[in-house]
């Protein structure tokens, strides 16, 4: 389905990251992977999609410096030539900031989220621009349409991406397709370390009284990115 492509996931080393970048690879594209800290599970992601028999790197990289990412993309272009996908997946999920809370909470979350996003992408639009061809998918989340008075800043950045998501697709119109996905509570992050009774509540609420595994994402990702969504664009779509 992606044979020759080159898809580029932020964020792959675990988590909705990693099922991404390995399904991409069962269907035959080339992955690069950034990630911040966890290079074990960065190599765990990439070892199993060469056992694919696919080309796949792993890269560390701060996506709240600019400088970083300049000097990543124009090694990437150098190498490959080219940028097919873009998935923008890196994020952290911070609650507990209330409206009373200190701002520190805010400002890490919006340059963690938010920020990052914005940084790598206009350098890959950039590149989409000029190929004339690109689709970027990017992962923002149920709290990103609906707000949370416990996690605040988390809520703005993601409705933020949504905004990106809208507005990028038309700058990209009609040669290239941006999308957004909003998931509800992921099996991955925050939620393998959550207490208990923090899992039961939101069980409570879920649509279907169970977390979404990482793989449910992916695969709408990965046809969001296929040439069976080349008339979809400028949409988000909410994964229960």
């Known amino acids: 389905m992606f ?8 964020g792959g080393s675990s988590g909705i990251g990693k099922a991404t ?8 594209a080339n992955i690069i992977i950034t990630y911040k800290k966890n290079k074990k599970g960065a190599d765990e992601t990439i070892n199993e999609i060469k056992n694919l028999g696919k080309t796949a790197f792993a890269v560390k990289v701060d996506l709240t410096n600019e400088k970083q990412i300049k000097k990543f993309i124009n090694i990437v272009i150098k190498k490959f030539g080219k940028i097919d996908i873009l998935v923008n997946n ?17 400002l890490r979350s919006i340059e963690q989220n938010l920020i990052s996003t914005m940084n790598i992408s206009k350098h890959v639009i950039e590149i989409f621009l000029k190929q004339k061809n690109g689709v970027m998918i990017n992962i923002s989340s ?17 409705a933020g991406i949504i905004n990106i998501t809208q507005s990028y697709a038309k700058l990209l119109f009609p ?12 099996n991955s992050g925050y939620w393998l370390n959550a207490s208990k009774k923090e899992i039961k509540d939101m069980l409570k609420i879920m649509p279907k009284h169970k977390l979404i595994e990482p793989e449910k994402i992916a695969k709408k ?19 229960k």
């Open 175 to 186: 040669f290239g397709r941006v999308n957004s996905v909003c998931p509800w509570v992921v």
């Open 90 to 106: 890196a994020g952290i999920y911070l609650n507990g900031d209330e409206w009373n809370k200190s701002s520190n909470i805010w």
């Open 142 to 158: 149920r709290l990103g349409l609906y707000g949370a008075h416990d996690a605040i800043s988390y809520s703005v950045a993601k």
């Open 221 to 239: 990702i990965v046809f969001l990115a296929s040439d069976k969504a080349n008339n979809i664009t400028g949409q988000n779509f909410i994964i």
């Open 21 to 28: 970048a390995i399904m991409f690879a069962k269907n035959s």
């Open 3 to 10: 044979k020759n492509k080159l898809v580029l996931i932020t």
